[in-house]
């Protein structure tokens, strides 16, 4: 769906799954192919109104309804738009594609939940969400990217950068408890020895710290991807949910409060800040 403006025609939809990617989604098929779940044939756009009054409504919009409207959009486009319109049309979708794929990969409609779980005096995470995360960096290095919007392709790669090295260093202290790795209070030891304890406390204490500066940047790669989006592919991306932020965080004492963290615009260059950032560099080399 676009919207027409003077010069540059904005991509302004949902892209709506025909078979659903969930197991209780709309139109949802036990039998079609995982791998085509994101591929094109099996997305249309759709307004946010239409998106949710086509899903709450399967039995009327089928999976075959969905497809005859998609071929007819397509028609339309193409005895429509110019030669470059339908490029730049194109381009958005691909896109909105990637981001929607990007979406279930990282998790982000469950954002809220699993990083105020990681900036906590138990740092956790699911067993299943960190092996998605850890798969993350693959699929940005793996996948073909058009090559067309080259600065949210690198802000891709920014984002699962920081995700691999939340879990790297997530890694250094947890258990598994149930179905959550998870840091416990490890200062907390059976005999007393109060040089001992002070020692171990302020390893724990530390750990929470970094943890918590690993977050910050990557709520700021999470917003260079939604800004870019709404730059470049869909105007109204995350209207509803706004930026993304951290609700709660530990380092009160040293001025880092709850809230939404973004580079400013010097620092997004490329689209791969963590190439030029301190604490990546240091966590690279292990200084810490």
């Known amino acids: 769906m676009i919207a027409d403006g003077a010069a540059d025609p904005s991509l302004v939809g949902d892209v709506c799954?025909?078979?659903?990617?969930?197991?209780?989604?709309?139109?949802?098929?036990?039998?079609?192919?995982?791998?085509?779940?994101?591929?094109?044939?099996?997305?249309?756009?759709?307004?946010?109104?239409h998106h949710k009054f086509i899903d709450d409504n399967p039995s009327v919009y089928t999976s075959e309804k969905l497809r005859n409207i998609k071929r007819s959009h397509e028609t339309w486009?193409?005895?429509?738009?110019?030669?470059?319109?339908?490029?730049?049309?194109?381009?958005?979708?691909?896109?909105?594609?990637?981001?929607?794929?990007?979406?279930?990969?990282?998790?982000?409609?469950?954002?809220?939940?699993?990083?105020?779980?990681?900036?906590?005096?138990?740092?956790?995470?699911?067993?299943?969400?960190?092996e998605n995360f850890h798969d993350l960096e693959d699929w940005t290095n793996s996948r073909w990217w058009?090559?067309?919007?080259?600065?949210?392709?690198?802000?891709?790669?920014?984002?699962a950068k920081w995700i691999r090295m939340l879990l790297f260093v997530l890694n250094r202290h947890t258990k598994v408890q149930g179905e959550f790795y998870i840091t416990?209070?490890?200062?907390?030891?059976?005999?007393?020895?109060?040089?001992k304890y002070k020692r171990i406390f302020k390893v724990w204490e530390n750990h929470l710290l970094l943890l918590e500066?690993?977050?910050?940047?990557?709520?700021?790669?999470?917003?260079?991807?939604?800004?870019?989006?709404r730059q470049d592919i869909?105007?109204?991306?995350r209207r509803e949910e706004g930026k993304f932020m951290?609700?709660?965080?530990?380092?009160?004492?040293?001025?880092?409060?709850?809230?939404v963290f973004?580079?400013?615009?010097?620092?997004?260059?490329?689209?791969l800040p963590y190439l030029r950032n301190e604490l990546y560099e240091k966590l690279s080399k292990q200084e810490i």
């Open 17 to 49: 799954h025909i078979v659903a990617r969930a197991g209780g989604g709309a139109r949802a098929d036990p039998n079609f192919p995982e791998e085509f779940v994101n591929s094109y044939d099996n997305v249309v756009l759709m307004c946010k109104i």
């Open 77 to 130: 486009v193409d005895s429509t738009l110019s030669t470059a319109e339908k490029e730049a049309q194109n381009t958005k979708e691909e896109y909105a594609q990637i981001v929607t794929e990007w979406e279930e990969r990282a998790d982000i409609k469950n954002w809220s939940a699993w990083s105020s779980h990681i900036v906590n005096v138990y740092p956790h995470i699911l067993k299943d969400r960190a």
């Open 146 to 159: 058009p090559n067309k919007l080259t600065v949210l392709e690198a802000a891709f790669v920014n984002y």
């Open 184 to 195: 416990p209070k490890f200062y907390q030891i059976d005999e007393w020895n109060e040089e």
């Open 213 to 229: 500066d690993i977050m910050i940047e990557t709520c700021k790669a999470a917003n260079l991807i939604a800004t870019l989006t």
């Open 234 to 237: 869909l105007p109204v991306y």
């Open 246 to 259: 951290l609700h709660e965080t530990n380092k009160r004492a040293s001025g880092h409060f709850a809230g």
């Open 262 to 271: 973004e580079y400013d615009a010097p620092e997004v260059g490329d689209g």
